[in-house]
């Protein structure tokens, strides 16, 4: 299983961006999936996560501004990022918790590769 990160870039304050992941090879079910972000000379933090069901709860810190949704028919995770701030600069990291295998036996935690934000102006 793979997982592919897109979307990041530089966007102005106040700006929005809208972050992809898509995961890809033998899935046989995605619970949970999430975003985290790790800004320069910080620790990685949650930024937010989503259930199959579409239930998702957010890190205080984007509450209101951002939305996590997810394609399940295509296994895609989406970050919507609106009123964007200079310290939502950060690498994101999309992470995907689910099974594979003979009736889901097997399961597996990943990680993407991150994607750069950058908020400035």
């Known amino acids: 299983v793979q997982l592919q990160a897109s979307g990041g870039g530089l966007v102005q304050p106040g700006g929005f961006l809208r972050l992809s992941c898509a995961a890809s090879g033998s899935i046989f079910s995605i619970n949970t999936m999430a975003w985290y972000r790790q800004a320069p000379g910080k620790e990685r933090e949650l930024v937010g996560t989503?259930?199959?069901?579409?239930?998702?709860n957010y890190a205080d810190s984007v509450k209101g501004r951002f939305t996590l949704s997810r394609d399940n028919a295509n296994n895609i995770l989406y970050l919507q990022m609106n009123s964007l701030k200079p310290e939502d600069t950060a690498v994101y990291y999309c992470?995907?918790?689910?099974?594979?295998?003979?009736?889901?036996?097997?399961?597996?935690?990943?990680w993407g590769r991150g994607t750069l934000v950058t908020v400035s102006s």
């Open positions: 989503i259930k199959t069901g579409g239930t998702a």
């Open positions: 992470n995907v918790i689910g099974s594979n295998g003979y009736r889901g036996r097997y399961s597996f935690n990943l």
